[in-house]
């Protein structure tokens, strides 16, 4: 069965420091993998998609990487924000022509405290 | 306004009501979806939608009725609300570029059912 599994479940971290999360699949065969942040009351917003050949991807202040081999994925937030305080999505895509086929981690919750 | 739009935005219903949940996108995009969100459990699909008039069970379909008649328009019907409906109901689209299925999503729709 394909899963996503993400770690910590909830993080509490002080404003400008940096912080790491997880995120572990065993989604086969592997298409792509996105993190999306979710802000309290909102729908998902994409912060990067990686595709198979990719380990590194940056968007500002987020860099994910990707390590297909253990299949394995992280997402660094450095120097954090307020307005980072969001859940945090990992989703993993089967390669398919079926749209419909990803999978989506239960979040980690970011809280950023001043 | 230019995305995707959910209405209405709460809900409260009744046991055993019919309840329709909208989702328009401006961007004619091929691909729709419906994921339900609870507590302790990442997105789960519903329905989804390759194109007008083509639709295909998600992970969690029971209960819930689909149809997509134009492009920009896929509502969900819960012909007989229950209990467990109780949940935040989004809609997402996508374009069709490969592997590469990012989806974007819509504000979500709150539905309580007493």
């Known amino acids: 069965k394909n899963q996503v599994e993400q770690s910590p479940q909830s993080l509490i971290i002080l404003e400008g420091k940096n912080c790491t999360l997880q995120c572990n699949y065993t989604v086969s065969p592997f298409s792509n993998l996105r993190w999306y942040k979710q802000d309290t009351g909102r729908g998902p917003v994409s912060l990067t998609i990686?595709?198979?050949?990719?380990n590194t991807k940056s968007n500002g202040r987020y860099t994910a990487t990707l390590d297909a081999d253990t299949k394995q994925s992280s997402l660094h937030i450095t120097a954090s924000q307020l307005s980072d305080s969001a859940s945090y999505i990992c989703v993993v895509a089967v390669r398919s022509t079926n749209a419909g086929k990803s999978t989506f981690g239960d979040g980690t919750t970011l809280t950023v405290k001043p | 306004d230019a995305g995707i739009t959910q209405s209405p935005r709460y809900k409260i219903t009744e046991t055993g009501r019919q309840v329709t949940l909208m989702c328009h996108q401006t961007?004619?995009?091929?691909?729709m979806f419906w994921y339900r969100q609870d507590l302790g459990h990442g997105l789960r699909l519903i329905y989804y939608?390759?194109?007008?008039?083509?639709?295909d069970k998600g992970e969690v379909p029971d209960g819930y009725v689909v149809s997509r008649s134009k492009t920009e328009n896929f509502p969900l019907t819960l012909e007989s609300a229950t209990r467990s409906q109780t949940s935040v109901y989004f809609c997402a689209s996508s374009e069709n570029p490969g592997t590469l299925w990012e989806q974007f999503f819509g504000p979500g729709t709150r539905l309580t059912v007493l």
């Open positions: 990686m595709t198979f050949s990719e």
């Open positions: 961007w004619s995009h091929s691909y």
């Open positions: 939608s390759a194109a007008a008039d083509i639709t």
